[in-house]
């Protein structure tokens, strides 16, 4: 699909005002799926250089918004915890090609706010908290569970950032059951 309004992509590194017809850009497969008449810019967060997956010294982890499905899947594999299984069910559930797990974000299905997304479903059974950047720098920090309000309803303000989502170390050693 092509979008044919967009008029400009944008370096998120290189801050400027956030416009109406501006979209954060992640992986884009969403984005280009469908029509999307109503954008003219671009704001790409491909070269921000977040850390994909942060294992932090308290035992909880940081997902970037960026981290695609496929190295998640990766990391998830390598994680020595008793919920461990539960991401790769989760990223299998997107019934995905390779090429799209490899381009899909997690922050992108979280965004798409689609309550039974299959990265909503991992982060809010995990009690994940989403780190939101406002435009003027200000950082708030929501509940996944309070993140999605709806059907394509979620908590961000205009021109508001996902930055990532953290799992805390208490969810992440807790036994978990799968069911699709």
């Keep these: 699909m092509d979008l044919n309004t967009?008029?400009?992509i944008r370096d998120a590194r290189r801050p400027a005002p956030w416009r109406p017809g501006d979209a954060w850009l992640g992986g884009g497969t969403y984005l280009f799926s469908e029509p999307q008449p109503h954008l003219r810019r671009l704001v790409d967060l491909s070269r921000t250089g977040w850390t994909p997956v942060r294992r932090h010294p308290d035992g909880s982890l940081e997902i970037a918004a960026t981290c695609t499905i496929a190295q998640l899947s990766r990391f998830a594999k390598?994680?020595?915890a008793a919920a461990a299984p539960l991401f790769e069910q989760c990223c299998r559930a997107f019934l995905a090609s390779f090429k799209i797990w490899n381009m899909a974000t997690v922050g992108g299905?979280?965004?798409n706010a689609l309550p039974a997304g299959p990265m909503t479903s991992l982060t809010a059974a995990l009690d994940g908290e989403c780190l939101l950047i406002a435009q003027?720098?200000?950082r708030r920090r929501v509940r996944v569970t309070d993140f999605v309000t709806g059907a394509g309803r979620k908590v961000l303000a205009e021109g508001e950032l996902l930055r990532s989502v953290t799992l805390p170390a208490r969810a992440l050693g807790c036994r978990t059951a799968f069911r699709q």
């Design 6 to 8: 967009v008029v400009e």
């Design 136 to 138: 003027s720098g200000a």
């Design 78 to 80: 390598e994680l020595p």
């Design 109 to 111: 299905n979280l965004c």
